[in-house]
């Protein structure tokens, strides 16, 4: 069977309109608008960012989980006594996504607006006072390096750069990757955190990430 050649770029002509077969000579009529009275239903699309406080649902299920868990004399008892292993096991028996709350760690972050992981023991320490708030990823990452700084007490001319290489270090699983398998060319293509800055380092480039593995929970800065 032979196939057909077909001149793809060719610009097809549309069919000219028939006249109709009721008798009607009048010529065909083009159509370039057309106008429309039936009133739009949708006159306006507005589009509302909930803010940090979150939606009102949202930000009432931590006020019931605070309540269930502050009436629950067993979590009390274990809370006052700070046998906090003890606490968080009868939280996730009794309360982790049993019926009434169906409370679980990620619906408490998102209604908090978290853009990181919490525990449990954050979730008790805030529901009995201990903490008035979830701190966010950066300010717990600041925490981090205060106390590395603290303890070590490097020049003030390596203090910038150690900020810098801790938070990339805890936040980003490729920056560690490249640091432990000693990729360090790859760094000259990494957005995060300079070849020079790595260099500036000096004598802290391995004191930093052994720091992170034995001190920082680094899941906690996921989402």
Same mark, same amino acid.
């Given at each position: 069977m032979l196939k057909q050649k077909f001149d793809y770029d060719e610009i097809l002509k549309l069919p000219q309109l028939q006249k109709g077969t =009721? =008798?009607?000579? &009048?010529?065909?009529?083009?159509? +370039?608008?057309?106008?429309? %009275?039936d009133p739009d239903k949708v006159k306006e699309l507005r589009e509302q960012a909930v803010g940090l406080e979150g939606m009102k649902? +949202? &930000?009432?299920?931590f006020e019931k989980a605070q309540q269930e868990l502050q009436e629950d004399e067993d979590i009390k008892s274990a809370v006052e006594n700070e046998q906090w292993e003890k606490a968080v096991k009868i939280v996730r028996d009794k309360y982790e996504d049993?019926? @009434? !709350? %169906?409370l679980n760690l990620d619906k408490i972050r998102k209604s908090e607006n978290l853009d990181r992981r919490i525990s449990w023991r954050e979730v008790l320490e805030r529901s009995f006072g201990f903490i008035d708030t979830f701190k966010?990823? @950066?300010? !717990? !990452?600041?925490e981090e390096c205060e106390k590395f700084i603290s303890i070590y007490k490097p020049e003030s001319k390596y203090v910038p750069y150690i900020k810098n290489y801790l938070k990339a270090?805890?936040? +980003?699983? &490729? %920056? &560690? +990757?490249?640091?432990?398998?000693?990729?360090?060319?790859?760094l000259n293509v990494y957005a995060g955190f300079s070849m020079s800055e790595f260099k500036s380092l000096n004598g802290w480039r391995e004191t930093v990430p052994e720091y992170v593995k034995d001190y920082v929970p680094v899941n906690q800065f996921m989402r």
């Amino acid at each position: 069977m032979l196939k057909q050649k077909f001149d793809y770029d060719e610009i097809l002509k549309l069919p000219q309109l028939q006249k109709g077969t =009721g =008798g009607d000579d &009048r010529p065909p009529v083009d159509i +370039d608008e057309i106008e429309v %009275f039936d009133p739009d239903k949708v006159k306006e699309l507005r589009e509302q960012a909930v803010g940090l406080e979150g939606m009102k649902v +949202d &930000r009432k299920l931590f006020e019931k989980a605070q309540q269930e868990l502050q009436e629950d004399e067993d979590i009390k008892s274990a809370v006052e006594n700070e046998q906090w292993e003890k606490a968080v096991k009868i939280v996730r028996d009794k309360y982790e996504d049993k019926p @009434n !709350l %169906f409370l679980n760690l990620d619906k408490i972050r998102k209604s908090e607006n978290l853009d990181r992981r919490i525990s449990w023991r954050e979730v008790l320490e805030r529901s009995f006072g201990f903490i008035d708030t979830f701190k966010s990823k @950066n300010e !717990l !990452l600041e925490e981090e390096c205060e106390k590395f700084i603290s303890i070590y007490k490097p020049e003030s001319k390596y203090v910038p750069y150690i900020k810098n290489y801790l938070k990339a270090y805890v936040t +980003d699983e &490729r %920056f &560690r +990757d490249i640091i432990n398998n000693k990729h360090f060319a790859e760094l000259n293509v990494y957005a995060g955190f300079s070849m020079s800055e790595f260099k500036s380092l000096n004598g802290w480039r391995e004191t930093v990430p052994e720091y992170v593995k034995d001190y920082v929970p680094v899941n906690q800065f996921m989402r």
